[in-house]
């Protein structure tokens, strides 16, 4: 068993799904670009955080943080040199640091071998337990490594708070109460995170056009004065980049509908 993981030693490290880590084989025959490929893994991997944040008992940054890291870290290494399973399980870890939710290796490792065999019993204290475990903490000193200890990101959700309490004051109170904007935006702003648009945009402009959709989806209308709302909350916000995460977002829900 590999005790430190380097791009060699991955082919040895256990997977929680049954098979061999590391170094891909052949692909399967399939109409898919390796770029397709690669994106459909992403957005499984933490749509695989998302879940197990919640059965940890995650608040949404600490869940949002992992995303980030995880994204930051193939940005920078190849999907196909990396374990993406195992490379989450250490960005959970560390994320719980990063944002003071500290959450044992036991847990998330128990809790993410259950995500992939949901009738098996918790993993018992034995060499195989205790080399996930080291292959998880060695794990995490590669992404720390490799993001330069840059492992403290501003997120959306400071923001969207804000301007959801804006937006509030301005529309209709009735409007407001029989439709559920706010839920939408908070769900709009989560799915954001299984891709890469979370670290291609600025987390204001995120916010905003999460915002933006929410309304328009339910025919909400703020009411217009000299500037638009989102001018107003948000200076350097255009239409183009409200635009243009939209149609991110839209891709991400394609991309779901081809991953189930």
């Known amino acids: 068993m590999a005790r430190f993981i380097t791009p060699s030693s991955m082919e040895t490290v256990p997977r929680l799904?049954?098979?061999?880590?590391?170094?891909?084989?052949?692909?399967?025959?399939?109409?898919?670009?390796?770029?397709?490929?690669?994106?459909?893994?992403?957005?499984?991997?933490?749509?695989?955080?998302?879940?197990?944040?919640?059965k940890l008992g995650m608040r949404s940054v600490p869940v949002a943080t992992a995303c980030v890291l995880y994204h930051r870290f193939f940005q920078c290494v190849s999907v196909t040199v990396y374990e993406p399973y195992l490379v989450a399980m250490s960005c959970i870890y560390l994320a719980g640091?990063?944002?003071?939710?500290?959450?044992?290796?036991?847990?998330i490792i128990n809790v993410c071998h259950r995500y992939f065999h949901s009738s098996s019993e918790p993993l018992n204290c034995d060499g195989e337990f205790w080399d996930l475990?080291?292959?998880?903490?060695?794990?995490?000193?590669l992404v720390l490594r490799q993001l330069n200890f840059h492992v403290?990101?501003?997120?959306?959700?400071?923001?969207?708070?804000?301007?959801?309490?804006?937006?509030?004051?301005?529309?209709?109170?009735?409007?407001?109460?029989r439709t559920p904007v706010a839920e939408t935006t908070w769900a709009l702003l989560?799915?954001?995170y299984h891709g890469t648009?979370?670290?291609?945009?600025?987390?204001?402009?995120i916010a905003i056009a999460t915002l933006y959709l929410a309304l328009l989806s339910y025919g909400v209308e703020v009411p217009v004065g000299e500037r638009e709302w989102w001018q107003v909350l948000c200076e350097d916000i255009t239409k183009e980049h409200i635009d243009a995460i939209i149609s991110d977002l839209l891709?991400?829900?394609?991309?779901?509908a081809k991953c189930t």
């Not at 648009?197 to 402009?205: D, E, F, I, L, S």
Request: glycine letters at 4%; aromatic letters at 6%.
């Open 17 to 54: 799904d049954g098979t061999p880590g590391g170094k891909r084989g052949a692909p399967a025959l399939d109409t898919d670009t390796d770029s397709t490929r690669e994106i459909k893994t992403h957005f499984r991997v933490c749509r695989f955080i998302m879940e197990t944040g919640v």
């Open 97 to 107: 640091k990063v944002e003071e939710q500290h959450l044992r290796t036991r847990d």
């Open 133 to 141: 475990r080291d292959s998880v903490v060695q794990c995490e000193l």
């Open 152 to 177: 403290s990101f501003q997120h959306p959700h400071k923001y969207l708070l804000h301007y959801l309490l804006s937006v509030k004051s301005l529309v209709n109170r009735h409007a407001w109460s």
């Open 190 to 192: 989560r799915d954001c």
């Open 197 to 205: 648009m979370c670290v291609r945009h600025a987390p204001q402009h």
């Open 251 to 256: 891709h991400l829900y394609d991309m779901e």
